[in-house]
């Protein structure tokens, strides 16, 4: 069974940039995180997707952050314009529904703000 | 402060001894995770552990929850130098108004 796979791997960027996040789940996984994982922290969860509906966004800091996932498979995480406090590792995962499921946690995507 | 904190942050152990960790959280769940985080890796889930059940067992590992002092421990036994990693808690309140919330974690060294 193939993993989920995020691309791209690295990213660096100067602030005021933006930049996008790509992220295909697990076959069959209705439901989809993204996470950001600030060194040294647990990851905090951005947003959670129910097939291709929003489930939370609660944290996702919305004047800069937008996140879709179109046809209820891939999604995209994007950050325009991008601040230091950016630079973290941003993590997809996804399980078979919400609730009680153990998350499949891509690579992540390591970005840098300079 | 978070919904779910590890303790301690750190650990250094030596192989073939056990590892324990704590977890501590603040709301009503429905179910705990706990992942582990190998460095530069993406997360691995261990074991899940429902609000109505106490302890599970997986392999070397042993989990057990405490819902009336909100808390749950991560038992590794004879632990390996493979074993170092970071190790999540991550608590499910769906149905208490919050989402899936992760810990800090704990730092494990299992020193050869």
Known sequence: EA?????????IIEKR?????????????ATLYWYQQILGQGPKLLIQFQNNGVVDDSQL??????????KGVDSTLKIQP??????AVYLCASSLAAGSYEQYFGPGT???VT | SQQGEEDPQ??????????TMNCSYKTSINNLQWYRQNSGRGLVHLIL????EREKHSGRLRVTLDTSKKSSSLLITASRA???????????ATDYGQNFVFGPGTRLSVLP
């Open chain 1, 110 to 112: 390591r970005l840098t």
């Open chain 2, 82 to 92: 493979a074993d170092t990693a970071s190790y999540f808690c991550a608590t499910d």
């Open chain 1, 61 to 70: 800091p919305k004047d800069r952050f937008s996140a879709e996932r179109l």
């Open chain 2, 10 to 19: 750190a650990l250094s152990i030596q192989e073939g001894e056990n590892a």
């Open chain 1, 3 to 11: 993993g989920v796979a995020q691309s791209p791997r690295y990213k």
């Open chain 2, 49 to 52: 552990i429902r609000s109505n």
């Open chain 1, 82 to 87: 991008a601040k230091l406090e950016d630079s």
């Open chain 1, 17 to 29: 940039q933006s930049v996008a996040f790509w992220c295909n789940p697990i076959s069959g996984h």
